[in-house]
């Protein structure tokens, strides 16, 4: 999956913070969190999957507020 992050909040309606788009599972995950490489853009990508309910919510904690599925 791939997730929409809001580390610092998601600000106010006048002044929104800015979500990034995050693919790669990157540095400091948990060695439980499944992963799955997939070739994207040219690179290979190791990509979170959420098969248990300890992953979604290390999912919810790294401040994930909207996750995608790759189609």
Do not use: C
């Not at 800015?18 to 400091?28: I, N, P, R, T």
């Not at 994207?40 to 995608?68: C, F, M, N």
């Amino acid at each position: 999956m791939t997730r929409n992050r809001w580390p610092d909040g998601v600000g106010l309606t006048s002044a929104p913070i800015e979500a990034f788009f995050e693919k790669d599972v990157g540095m400091g995950v948990p060695d439980w969190v499944l992963r799955q490489t997939i070739l994207h853009s040219g690179r290979e990508k190791r990509y979170p999957v959420v098969t248990d309910r300890a992953t979604l919510v290390w999912v919810a904690q790294t401040a994930a507020l909207e996750i995608h599925v790759p189609q």
